[in-house]
Structures are given as C-alpha cells and as structure tokens.
C-alpha cells in the first residue's frame, strides 16, 4: 500500500496530479507494478489513465456498481476505516494525514496478511513465524496510540565461548539475563567445569544480555 495523497475534492485535476506524484515518491515499491484496476468514478479521467499507460501500467476498469471486481482495493479501504478513522476524528487535513501515512506504515512493515502466511508485506524474509514458549515482549503504538504493535525483545541466539588456553584448566561461567525494561535478571547460568571443548548455550528466554563473566 502507498500513500498516494489526500484531498476534500477528488476531481479529475487532482487524480492527475496525483498520479504524476505517485511514481517518483514511491519507485522502488512500485517497481514491477503490472497493471492498475480501477472503478468507472468521474475522478478517473482520460489524462489520469494516460500518464499510467506512460508509466508501463495496463488500465482495467471494473464493471459499473461492483465493488466486489476490484477487492483488494476495498479490503483496504475498509481496514483503513474500521482500524482508524472509525476510532478518531481529524478536524481537516493537517492531523489526518499524518495518522494516514503513519497506519500505511504500520500495513506494510507489522500487520499480518494471511495470504502473506501472516507476515506483513514487507517482513524480513527471515523473520520465523514461531516463537518460543517464554518470550519478552515490547510494544509499541502507531496512528498516536490507536494502534499497538507488539514485538519480541531479541530472537533466541546460540552463544559459543571458545576453550581455554589449557586443556587442563579450569573454566566458570556466569551468566544471566534481564528482559528489556525488568529491574532484576530474569534467568542466570553457572557453569563450572574442566577441560577444553566449546560450550555451547541454547537460552531459551529471548532476552536482553546483561553480563557476561569468563574465567580461565
């Protein structure tokens, strides 16, 4: 989804500018773009349809009355509204705007789409889709606090401590780790033992590492 602009008075003028607007604001994520589907409305002129066409972009218009041919369009319309502008109210465009752009925002990089298998259009694709039993967990809020987004502290990391000088020595390790924002650790390790070999620790809280102490 891109912010294309925003008007009281979306006449066929202002749709073309619009368009004008659209690709060098937003090239890379409408690079490959194919086609453009849109209703028969009086906005959608001649001139708005040209400058598309020069862009690479093939023109589909829907049926008259049937919202339904172009849904992805309207399923968007209607998260905006029921997500957003059902739960606000902007007095003109100068707070409206922001909180528009801010939601586009929250669309692309956090909510979940199914046929995105629940990842946002613009996740990482090695973001996993699980999460371990015991997780810290931030949140966050978008559109100025109507939306809350909710993410883990770190992923589960293995950590390696290489062995000591020796092979006859003797090693200690401590550790323990805080959730981000907690007062006091949450979790601690003690090792004590002899001998060489890499030690390897699967924690399984995601946490924030607070300290790490190495004794050979």
């Known amino acids: 989804m891109v912010f294309a602009g925003l008007t009281t008075n979306p006449a066929g003028a202002w749709t073309t500018q ?20 849109h209703d ?3 906005q959608f002129i001649a001139a708005f349809d040209e400058i598309l066409r020069t862009e690479g972009l093939k023109i589909l218009k829907t049926p008259a009355r049937t919202p339904v041919a172009n849904a992805f369009a309207e399923r ?17 465009r100068r707070p409206l705007e922001p909180l528009v752009i801010d939601y586009i925002g929250h669309d692309n990089e956090h909510r979940p789409h199914r046929s995105l298998e629940q990842r946002p259009p613009e996740a990482a694709l090695d973001h996993p889709l699980s999460m371990p039993a015991s997780v810290a967990v931030l949140r966050t809020t978008r559109c100025d606090g109507l939306i809350n987004e909710y993410e883990s502290a770190a992923w589960p990391a293995t950590t390696e401590f290489p062995s000591p000088t020796r092979s006859n020595s003797r090693w200690q390790i401590h550790l323990q780790t805080t959730p981000l924002g907690a007062s006091a650790p949450a979790l601690t390790w003690d090792f004590d033992g002899v001998g060489g070999g890499n030690t390897t620790l699967n924690p399984r809280h995601r946490s924030g590492w607070i300290g790490l102490a190495l004794a050979a």
């Open 76 to 92: 968007c319309i209607g998260s905006i509204r029921r997500e957003l502008l059902d739960r606000t109210i902007a007095w003109n």
């Open 40 to 42: 028969r409305a009086s």
């Open 18 to 37: 619009a368009a004008r607007n659209l690709f060098p604001k937003h090239t890379d994520q409408l690079t490959g773009a194919r086609a453009l589907v």
